[in-house]
């Protein structure tokens, strides 16, 4: 049997130093050339019959290895089962050589779910803020109808750049010492501020044909995360120009545009979408500020794995690759330790709501997943390919992980005290 001593690294992170004794070891080799020399066809021996040292010296390497994998594998099984180690991430793994007649060591070091003490939250309070549609959000969002219709017309009596032009331009980027990123007939309407404003200024009183450069620094907190923080330059050249011709706002447009009978029914179901919305953010910040709440109010310690493996998430999702070049990687250390606090938030809200599953028996059941997967199956196109998905022992481990987690969080919204701010003058998100 192997020994095994275990060093408390920190809370959440343990190094496991395992001895396999020689008998062991021995008895796992010799199974292995055996299995090889019956297995093997060697020129000048007959199939089983090649002696031990031929099998060493042509395979000794490939099965050294498979012993070594098989007895890492039993042995640690064995030892996180003794311990009741309730492991997360992949763990580190530092083996000696193997060799006959002698001990096989290795080290593994890991990290673990932390143990957390669940605080009740009795006494703790948030506020859902009521929204209030206005006149100005429902004008706002017609407008925006409205521009989506417009027709565009070449402008042939002028040839410069005025407010409210839509200016078709090549347009070139370069970030440092990037390569330069090239986009052709690109589209924008002067002074709307769809653009940086230092381009959009620039591009006022240019004439077509003309060329311009702006450099732009963006904010530390812009929503695009590559280029939080960034300056890029900007060189471009303007092509030709148009103008908007807006549909007259009656009820012909809204037959048209607005899904409405009239003018005045387009006006009434865009203030019944946005109250809509608006109640949907509304419950949305609840949600968050009840999560947050429940974070603060627990202590621990996070495993490091954990919140690198949520890093790798969000920098994925906003479509950041493995970089490539110095400057590259010094981007891709920069939003990581942009995207770090919040992924350490999300690791923390997760490993609670798993602990208030535990707790409370909301673990769902094999028929709970089952049941959860035909949901999904049912509003896809090919339901077979969702099934096939979830049959994966990791997606359905996710899944079933993920429905704990929700039942948990609804759990704990009936803990909390959510008092609305019936005089909140909250406009509606548009």
Same mark, same amino acid.
């Given at each position: 049997?192997?020994?095994?001593?275990?060093?408390?690294?920190?809370?959440?992170?343990?190094?496991?130093?395992?001895?396999?004794?020689?008998?062991?070891?021995?008895?796992?080799?010799?199974?292995?050339?055996?299995?090889?020399?019956?297995?093997?066809?060697?020129?000048?021996?007959?199939?089983?019959?090649?002696?031990?040292?031929?099998?060493?010296?042509?395979?000794?390497?490939?099965?050294?290895?498979?012993?070594?994998?098989?007895?890492?594998?039993?042995?640690?099984?064995?030892?996180?089962?003794?311990?009741?180690?309730?492991?997360?991430?992949?763990?580190?793994?530092?083996?000696?050589?193997?060799?006959?007649?002698?001990?096989?060591?290795?080290?593994?070091?890991?990290?673990?779910?932390?143990?957390?003490?669940?605080?009740?939250?009795?006494?703790?309070?948030?506020?859902?803020?009521?929204?209030?549609?206005?006149?100005?959000?429902?004008?706002? %969002?017609?407008?925006?109808?409205?521009?989506?219709?417009?027709?565009?017309?070449?402008?042939?009596?002028?040839?410069?750049?005025?407010?409210?032009?839509?200016?078709?331009?090549?347009?070139?980027?370069?970030?440092?010492?990037?390569?330069?990123?090239?986009? %052709?007939?690109?589209?924008?309407?002067?002074?709307?501020?769809?653009?940086?404003?230092?381009? +959009?200024?620039?591009?006022?009183?240019?004439?077509?044909?003309?060329?311009?450069?702006?450099?732009?620094?963006?904010?530390?907190?812009?929503?695009?995360?590559?280029?939080?923080?960034?300056?890029?330059?900007?060189?471009?050249?303007?092509?030709?120009?148009?103008?908007?011709?807006?549909?007259?706002?009656?009820?012909?447009?809204?037959?048209?545009?607005?899904?409405?009978?009239?003018?005045?029914?387009?006006?009434?179901?865009?203030?019944?979408?946005?109250?809509?919305?608006? #109640?949907?953010?509304?419950?949305?910040?609840?949600? +968050?500020?009840?999560?947050? #709440?429940?974070?603060?109010?627990?202590?621990?310690?996070?495993?490091?794995?954990?919140?690198?493996?949520?890093?790798?998430?969000?920098?994925?999702?906003?479509?950041?690759?493995?970089?490539?070049?110095?400057?590259?990687?010094?981007?891709?250390?920069?939003?990581?330790?942009?995207?770090?606090?919040?992924?350490?938030?999300?690791?923390?809200?997760?490993?609670?709501?798993?602990?208030?599953?535990?707790?409370?028996?909301?673990?769902?059941?094999?028929?709970?997943?089952?049941?959860?997967?035909?949901?999904?199956?049912?509003?896809?196109?090919?339901?077979?390919?969702?099934?096939?998905?979830?049959?994966?022992?990791?997606?359905?481990?996710?899944?079933?992980? #993920?429905?704990?987690?929700?039942?948990?969080?609804?759990?704990?919204? %009936?803990?909390?005290?959510?008092?609305?701010?019936?005089?909140?003058?909250?406009?509606?998100?548009?």
């Amino acid at each position: 049997m192997s020994a095994t001593t275990v060093e408390d690294v920190s809370a959440v992170r343990k190094r496991l130093q395992v001895e396999v004794p020689p008998a062991e070891v021995q008895t796992e080799l010799d199974r292995a050339y055996e299995h090889v020399r019956h297995a093997s066809r060697l020129p000048g021996f007959r199939p089983g019959k090649a002696p031990r040292s031929v099998l060493e010296s042509r395979y000794g390497q490939q099965v050294r290895r498979e012993v070594m994998e098989r007895l890492i594998e039993s042995s640690f099984h064995r030892a996180v089962e003794e311990h009741a180690f309730a492991i997360v991430g992949s763990p580190e793994i530092d083996a000696d050589d193997l060799e006959q007649g002698a001990p096989f060591r290795y080290t593994v070091t890991f990290d673990v779910r932390p143990a957390i003490d669940l605080v009740d939250l009795a006494g703790v309070t948030v506020e859902r803020r009521v929204p209030v549609v206005t006149d100005e959000d429902v004008e706002k %969002t017609l407008g925006r109808l409205r521009d989506s219709a417009a027709q565009l017309r070449p402008i042939d009596d002028r040839g410069v750049v005025e407010a409210g032009d839509v200016v078709t331009l090549d347009l070139t980027s370069r970030m440092g010492d990037a390569e330069p990123q090239e986009r %052709t007939d690109v589209m924008l309407e002067a002074g709307s501020g769809s653009f940086p404003d230092a381009i +959009e200024q620039r591009l006022i009183g240019q004439h077509v044909g003309s060329e311009f450069s702006a450099e732009v620094t963006y904010p530390d907190d812009y929503a695009n995360r590559g280029l939080a923080g960034r300056s890029v330059h900007f060189a471009g050249r303007v092509k030709s120009l148009h103008q908007k011709d807006l549909p007259p706002l009656d009820d012909d447009f809204a037959r048209d545009h607005g899904h409405a009978e009239s003018l005045v029914g387009l006006r009434d179901k865009i203030r019944t979408d946005l109250a809509a919305q608006a #109640r949907d953010h509304a419950e949305a910040d609840v949600r +968050e500020a009840v999560m947050a #709440r429940l974070v603060e109010r627990h202590v621990f310690e996070v495993p490091e794995s954990l919140v690198e493996r949520r890093c790798d998430a969000m920098l994925a999702s906003l479509g950041v690759r493995a970089p490539e070049g110095a400057e590259a990687e010094a981007l891709l250390r920069r939003l990581r330790e942009q995207v770090r606090p919040r992924a350490e938030q999300d690791v923390r809200a997760d490993l609670v709501l798993d602990a208030v599953a535990v707790r409370e028996g909301f673990e769902p059941g094999e028929e709970d997943v089952a049941r959860e997967v035909a949901a999904l199956a049912e509003h896809e196109r090919e339901p077979e390919r969702v099934r096939a998905f979830y049959a994966r022992p990791e997606a359905h481990a996710a899944l079933r992980t #993920r429905l704990g987690r929700a039942r948990a969080f609804d759990y704990v919204l %009936t803990q909390v005290a959510i008092t609305d701010a019936g005089d909140a003058k909250q406009v509606a998100r548009p």
